[in-house]
């Protein structure tokens, strides 16, 4: 009897393991559809210049993947490794350069950072951390929210009321290469329906202002050898428009790759095409993973 009893508790145990083997909080695709090795997408993606992680912001499977994609590239590329991050306006660069150097510690830097986004100890720290820890540049790439306002009100002619020092915190590039037919910010129309406001050109210039600043300084800080590491929200990367389409815009020829974040049900209904283009590497996640604090 009691070894039957010894077999049953054997035979649950498998049982169990198996059931949860068969509930993974993630799975990896390529953009084939197929599902592909963790350590071959690296492989891939680090004879890459650039690589774009659109990230869903409160996914804690995105950000625990970032870390440990920053480690598996700090072994390919080393000190060639370096970040950049929608996450910091690139008026914090100061600072944020200061603390990676070890001029004070964290509680000393976190009240001089502008915007500091809500979820940076649970999600953002342990990237910022592992630069410091390494020795690795860290780059606030995007512009300050309150330049993105006013182009949002007032669109190009914002641009007319800022000084040289102001300028400098935007793409320069903004006004030669904005193009509101652009999938990216022609979406930003469609979605609205028959509810389309009066400003919306504003709308997506504004929108459009955050990808090419952080376009600008993903290309400022890259020399021939370097190998960029690049979070942002997925909407900034997916199908190679955002930040990837105002990189080849401003400097065509990089080789630029991509990893973008789903949910399950969002991959069920992405067609053959969609899935071939949306990026390179695509992380579908369980959906009703958990979510950090946002």
């Known amino acids: 009897?009691?070894?039957?009893?010894?077999t049953a508790c054997i035979l649950l145990f498998f049982v169990s393991f198996i059931s949860a083997q068969n509930k993974p909080a993630y799975k990896l695709f390529k953009n084939d559809g197929k599902i592909v090795d963790y350590d071959k997408m690296i492989k891939d993606l680090s004879k890459s210049d650039m690589v774009f992680f659109g990230e869903y912001h409160?996914?804690?499977?995105?950000?625990?993947?970032?870390?440990e994609m920053?480690?598996?590239?700090?072994?390919?590329?080393?000190?060639?490794?370096?970040?950049?991050?929608?996450?910091?306006?690139?008026?914090?660069?100061?600072?944020?350069n200061e603390y990676l150097a070890g001029s004070?510690?964290?509680?000393?830097m976190l009240p001089e950072i502008t915007q500091?986004?809500?979820?940076?100890?649970t999600d953002y720290k342990p990237l910022v951390?592992?630069?410091?820890?390494?020795?690795?540049?860290?780059?606030?790439?995007?512009i300050p929210r309150r330049y993105a306002s006013m182009l949002s009100k007032k669109g190009m002619d914002a641009l007319k009321e800022l000084s040289p020092e102001a300028l400098a915190m935007i793409g320069p590039d903004l006004e030669t290469y904005f193009d509101p037919t652009?999938?990216?910010?022609?979406?930003?129309?469609?979605n609205m329906g028959g509810h389309v406001p009066p400003n919306m050109l504003n709308i997506q210039i504004a929108q459009a202002s955050k990808d090419a600043t952080m376009a600008y300084f993903s290309l400022q800080n890259f020399s021939p050898g370097d190998f960029l590491f690049h979070f942002e929200g997925s909407y900034h990367s997916n199908y190679n428009q955002g930040i990837i389409w105002w990189i080849n815009k401003m400097q065509p020829g990089l080789d630029i790759k991509s990893v973008t974040t789903v949910l399950q049900s969002e991959w069920d209904e992405l067609s053959k095409d969609d899935r071939a283009e949306i990026a390179n590497y695509i992380i579908v996640v369980a959906d009703n993973m958990t979510q950090t604090k946002g």
């Open 1 to 6: 009897m009691k070894q039957i009893s010894l």
């Open 58 to 67: 409160n996914n804690p499977i995105s950000h625990w993947l970032q870390l």
């Open 70 to 96: 920053s480690k598996s590239f700090f072994e390919t590329n080393g000190d060639k490794l370096y970040f950049g991050a929608e996450m910091f306006e690139n008026g914090n660069q100061l600072v944020l």
């Open 104 to 108: 004070y510690p964290e509680d000393k």
């Open 116 to 121: 500091l986004w809500s979820n940076y100890k």
């Open 129 to 142: 951390e592992f630069a410091k820890d390494n020795n690795l540049r860290f780059i606030a790439t995007n």
């Open 182 to 190: 652009v999938k990216a910010y022609a979406e930003m129309a469609d």
